[in-house]
């Protein structure tokens, strides 16, 4: 299993970015059985989840109505377009990948499968 981001970058406030998550190792028949979430972290704190998609989608507070998640398990990617962004939403967002994972706890720790990151930059 294999999951690379992509999209992230640096933008002033109020701009928009479209984080790319492609996932490979996957069957085609068990792909769309696995939540695909973006956490994010910035140095010295936790990783947090910002968002999911599985049988249904999630959003933090933070997040609902500026971002949204999508899918396309044909080309097993997931998106996150995120909108009007804040100097708080920089970070180093996380794609991840967990087995029903909709089903339990929204917890990096509880998640299995992870990408390498990317960073986005939100300047004021």
């Known amino acids: 299993v294999q999951l690379v981001e992509s999209g992230g970058g640096s933008v002033q406030v109020g701009g928009s970015l479209r984080l790319s998550c492609a996932a490979s190792?996957?069957?085609?028949?068990?792909?769309?059985?696995?939540?695909i979430g973006w956490f994010r972290q910035v140095p010295g704190k936790e990783r947090v989840g910002v968002s999911y998609i599985g049988s249904a989608t999630y959003y933090i507070d933070s997040v609902k109505g500026r971002f949204t998640i999508s899918r396309d398990n044909v080309q097993k990617m997931v998106y996150l377009q995120m909108d009007d962004l804040r100097p708080e939403d920089t970070a180093i967002y996380y794609c991840s990948a967990e087995y029903h994972g909709d089903w339990g706890p929204f917890s990096a720790s509880e998640w299995d499968h992870w990408g390498q990151g990317t960073q986005v930059t939100v300047s004021s």
């Open positions: 190792g996957f069957s085609e028949s068990a792909f769309p059985d696995y939540a």
